[in-house]
């Protein structure tokens, strides 16, 4: 699904996953800081992610995975998780924010702290989605495929809100607020969101 059309649906109809089982298969990304090619094992990967705390964590996953494939706006719409990603080298932003999600969720972190946020991206202007991590303070911050950086979503004045989703809650963007919003009643690439959301962990 091209980033264009991601959330275009959505407009106009507007417990505890199980952990994926971890593979074998290897994965090769950039490391700008010691300036080598890594290869390493998905498990690998979650046990380096589980020796890591805080914005540590969430800065590692977001430069491992943002370096192990590169943006490509797709034709078909077709979400990928961290191991489809990887091993075909290319994906569109959501693809890019459930692998996150994923190894993450994997590495011990709490479903509470991350979900999904869908935004028009006024810079490109395209559609856009990220991963959003929830501070202690009730802030969130944004791993995006598309910078290193590790922002605030109220630094992030590019990105206006759509909707934002979990395994289990969805909230449109209204009136300058999320309200809760049942997700069979959004639409994200001609498929509910309901039927999304129950495979977050297993693309």
Known sequence: MTTHRFFATTLLTCCLALPFTT???AFTWWDDISETAITQSRAE??????QLK?????????????SAARQQEEDTDIWK???RLTREGY?????????K????REAGMSADRLDFLAARDTLT????????????DGRYLILDNLTPLILLQAQRTDLTPIVTFDEQHSALWKDQRFVPIAPSQVRL????LSERMAKLMHY
């Open 81 to 83: 998780g961290f191991d």
């Open 23 to 25: 593979q074998a298969q």
């Open 189 to 192: 690439g001609g498929k509910l």
């Open 45 to 50: 990967l979650v046990q380096k992610v589980r």
């Open 125 to 136: 202007p395209t559609y856009h989605a990220v991963l959003r991590y929830r501070q202690d």
């Open 91 to 99: 994906g569109d932003c959501e693809d890019f924010a459930i692998a």
């Open 101 to 104: 999600y994923q190894i993450l």
């Open 54 to 66: 805080g914005l540590s964590q969430l800065q590692y996953v977001n430069r491992v995975v943002n």
